[in-house]
């Protein structure tokens, strides 16, 4: 236990593999077997337990591991023979050049600057190191570690973090208060000790919270709403919003999905145990964080398609307790009934939203400001990104909106803070925002997946 001491010493605490929640699928007769990541065995050969060296094992042979095989190796601390040189994205030239000039045309409150931070290709949700390394996911197979070394406020490097694991649909990371880096991914979910301290390297150690397959039953796994986020909250639990595959699921679907949390979020143990539903009737939450100082868990959550240019709204929704329920597939948003389940009795205790947003913008990454860069009455209000419509016919959104809260967390006013990535002449987007974090000067990073971008808004307090 050589390897793990020494990291217990350093302050860090390493996650274990959590135990099945849903038996892994057999492939049909003619399928074949599935290449991804398979859950580690409780013992390494030799008799030796994760994160410790047996004396008769031997050094990997040369070239690299397959991905199937290359978690278990970085579980045990071993090397998996990936290239050293890394994949890094471009930080000049032509592209850098274009997205500032898009950053022309967004207009801020008086004061405010937005500057390129990094371009970052498919960026989506983030996660902000002690160090200041920024960690961002994808709806694809990459998560990238984005560098300012020299402290100047744009990026220095983007390169790719943990090349040697086989993502699929990281798009959900979080740091836990100890330094413990989360990717939530479309079914399974990994932590990352140390994860600015390996970084820089392609192995990378890292250790198995919820195995492939267990997130959800494989039976549901869709290419539609699967992009996860994840939080760690104030109890010290582990928090993943599972979105729904469908626009209204049918009512079969409804026993199995409460009972496994799909259409909500769950909440478990760090380490992946005591798994329990902690939200119900959400439709497809991409963006959760919990307000400072208290245990109230504020979500995003995205309304019903095909009802509509001007309905249903989109969501704002706080939870104040375990176990509420927030309306969805009875209402699609708002207070506005599907025709799915107009002839079925609604829950009694539904949850309204406390803010009822643009229809159809997609609202997504949601954050409450704790920095010091902003004027006072920024402090603790919320700031969320506005993805923008797919399907509307006049587009709406592609923008970053302010909530300012009351004193008890009532909303006082809801605005747009940052606009101007749709073109209102030609209806074209020129970014579409997905999420929103605070860097630790206090100023806010906005990522962009379609511009493939990190944007840093600051304020000038010499004004």
């Known amino acids: 236990m050589k390897t793990r001491k020494a990291l217990l010493g350093a302050g860090l605490m390493l996650v274990a593999g959590a135990s099945g929640l849903f038996a892994q699928p057999q492939p049909r007769p003619g399928q074949q077997q599935d290449q991804r990541p398979a859950q580690p065995p409780a013992a390494a050969p030799g008799g030796a337990v994760p994160g410790e060296f047996s004396p008769g094992m031997r050094p990997p042979a040369p070239g690299p591991v397959p991905a199937q095989g290359a978690l278990e190796r970085l579980q045990q601390f071993r090397t998996t023979g990936t290239a050293m040189q890394m994949e890094t994205v471009p930080q000049d030239g032509r592209r850098a050049d274009a997205l500032r000039r898009n950053l022309e045309r967004i207009k801020l409150p008086e004061g405010f600057r937005i500057e390129l931070y990094a371009v970052v290709p498919d960026a989506r949700h983030m996660a902000v190191g002690a160090s200041g390394v920024v960690f961002v996911g994808t709806r694809k197979t990459r998560v990238w570690a984005v560098t300012d070394r020299d402290r100047d406020r744009v990026a220095d490097e983007v390169k790719v973090f943990a090349p040697s694991i086989g993502f699929s649909v990281p798009n959900g990371l979080c740091f836990s208060p100890d330094g413990i880096l989360y990717v939530a991914e479309h079914n399974r979910v990994l932590a990352f000790p140390a994860a600015e301290f390996f970084y820089e ?263």
């Not at 969805?328 to 506005?336: K, Q």
Request: proline fraction near 6%.
């Open 201 to 463: 390297g392609p192995d990378v150690a890292a250790e198995t919270v919820v195995a492939q397959g267990q997130l959800i039953p494989a039976s549901e796994e869709s290419f539609n709403h699967g992009a996860r986020v994840c939080r760690i909250g104030p109890d010290n639990k582990l928090y993943v919003s599972l979105g729904q595959p469908f626009n209204v699921p049918l009512q079969a679907k409804m026993d199995l999905y409460n009972r496994v949390g799909i259409g909500g979020i769950v909440r478990m143990d760090r380490d992946g145990k005591n798994r329990e539903v902690y939200a119900r009737g959400i439709r497809n939450s991409v963006g959760i964080a919990f307000r400072p100082g208290t245990q109230e868990l504020w979500f995003t959550d995205n309304q019903v398609d095909g009802m509509g240019d001007d309905g249903p709204p989109g969501e704002i929704n706080r939870v104040t307790a375990a176990g509420q329920n927030f309306g969805f597939p009875w209402y699609g948003g708002g207070t506005v009934r599907t025709k799915e389940y107009a002839n079925a009795q609604p829950p009694g205790d539904a949850v309204r939203p406390v803010v009822e947003t643009a229809n159809h913008a997609a609202d997504l990454g949601i954050t409450f400001y704790d920095g010091r860069m902003f004027p006072e009455e920024y402090r603790g209000a919320i700031f969320n990104a506005q993805h923008g419509s797919w399907n509307r016919t006049t587009p709406i959104g592609a923008r970053v909106m302010v909530t300012f809260l009351n004193p008890d967390g009532t909303v006082r006013e809801y605005k747009p803070f940052a606009e101007g990535w749709l073109d209102e002449e030609t209806n074209e987007y020129l970014g579409r925002p997905v999420d929103v974090a605070t860097l630790r000067d206090g100023s806010l990073l906005v990522s962009d997946d379609m511009a493939g971008a990190i944007y840093r808004i600051s304020y000038d307090r010499q004004r």
